[in-house]
């Protein structure tokens, strides 16, 4: 039944309190650090940046003592996808790069090394976002980053942002995640329990992974718009009403530690951008590997 086990690999939205240093950070500055390193990974065209990039992503997973195996099932959703993606860019990539050196070359088929770098950056920039969406939410509970969001975006209330509204919008899509996993496990069995096939190999077929999870979509979306109606419900019973006049019950401070994570960030995605970063040429002729 390992097919169904869908919640297992939504990361996204589960939180693991394991006390790291990472965990007793601000939210605002989980967040705020988050958005400065997405800015760095998204300015940057060199491999070895993107490279020194996931292994610092590596290492904070590491300093928040979850395990790496566990954040790497967020892959295992989207591996099909990516692996479509990949081979894409494989074969038509090299076509539309005609310049740059050509390791492999039959009839329309072209394999350059613009082509593996290109392909290379994306995969990384790729797993790097999976990983840092992961990160924020295994290190911080729903309430916490509701409360990060709204105490970054107080200041753009004079100009009319709804700080308030998009922070419960962000905590609400977070926390519903693992319950629409959850459904759709539920929906899975049931539609399983009818002679459905779910089975893995069909993952790796887009045309018959879409035949048999087409019939899982209406329920999944009438099942979500159901708990949507509830939750409307819910709040309108008890008096909830947005705007100025709502305190909160947690305030936000922060430490010298954050101001130095913030500083550190920051200093750290100027050198991702601002670097000249060596070539992946020219740092395989330093070690004598001229053939790349």
Same mark, same amino acid.
């Given at each position: 039944m390992?097919?169904?086990?869908l919640?297992?690999?939504v ?7 394991t006390?790291?240093f990472?965990h007793q %950070? +601000?939210?605002?500055t ?8 997405i800015?760095?990974?998204s300015?940057?065209t060199?491999?070895v940046? &993107?490279a020194?990039f %996931?292994?610092v992503i590596l290492?904070i ?7 790496i195996? *566990?954040i790497?099932r ?6 099909p ?13 090299g076509?539309? !790069? @005609?310049?740059g ?11 350059t090394?613009?082509g ?9 920039r790729v797993?790097?976002?999976?990983? %840092?969406?992961? %990160?924020?939410?295994?290190t911080?509970?729903i ?7 709204e ?13 308030h ?6 905590a609400? #899509?977070?926390r ?5 996993? !959850?459904?759709?496990?539920r929906?899975?069995k049931?539609q399983?329990s009818?002679?459905? +096939?779910?089975s ?7 045309d018959?992974?879409?035949r ?6 209406? @329920?999944?979306f009438? &099942? #979500?718009l159901?708990r949507a !109606?509830e939750?409307?419900?819910?709040m309108?019973?008890r008096?909830y ?5 709502r305190?909160?019950?947690v305030?936000?401070?922060s430490? @010298?530690? +954050?101001?130095?994570v913030?500083v550190?960030?920051f200093?750290?995605?100027?050198m991702?951008i601002? *670097?000249?970063w @060596?070539?992946?040429?020219e740092?395989? #002729? ?6 790349l």
């Amino acid at each position: 039944m390992s097919e169904f086990e869908l919640l297992r690999n939504v990361t996204i939205g589960q939180y693991i309190p394991t006390g790291s240093f990472v965990h007793q %950070l +601000d939210p605002r500055t989980k967040l705020l650090a988050i958005l400065l390193l997405i800015v760095a990974i998204s300015s940057t065209t060199s491999l070895v940046a &993107n490279a020194l990039f %996931l292994v610092v992503i590596l290492a904070i997973v590491k300093l928040s003592r979850i395990a790496i195996s *566990y954040i790497l099932r967020s892959v295992l959703l989207g591996l099909p996808i990516l692996l479509f993606v990949f081979v894409v860019q494989f074969l038509f990539l090299g076509r539309s !790069e @005609p310049a740059g050196r050509v390791y492999f070359e039959w009839e329309w088929f072209r394999l350059t090394r613009n082509g593996l770098h290109l392909m290379s950056i994306s995969w990384i920039r790729v797993l790097s976002f999976i990983f %840092l969406t992961s %990160l924020v939410t295994l290190t911080s509970t729903i309430t916490e980053l509701t409360h990060g969001m709204e105490g970054l975006l107080k200041p753009l209330r004079r100009f009319g942002v709804p700080s308030h509204e998009l922070a419960l919008i962000m905590a609400i #899509a977070l926390r519903f995640v693992p319950t629409l996993a !959850e459904e759709m496990e539920r929906i899975m069995k049931a539609q399983a329990s009818r002679g459905a +096939d779910f089975s893995r190999r069909r993952i790796w077929r887009p045309d018959k992974a879409a035949r048999a999870y087409l019939p899982l979509i209406v @329920p999944l979306f009438v &099942n #979500a718009l159901r708990r949507a !109606e509830e939750l409307v419900l819910a709040m309108e019973a008890r008096g909830y009403v947005s705007g100025e006049g709502r305190t909160n019950f947690v305030v936000l401070k922060s430490r @010298p530690r +954050d101001y130095m994570v913030i500083v550190g960030v920051f200093i750290f995605m100027l050198m991702l951008i601002f *670097y000249p970063w @060596p070539a992946v040429k020219e740092i395989a #002729a330093r070690v004598g590997l001229t053939g790349l």
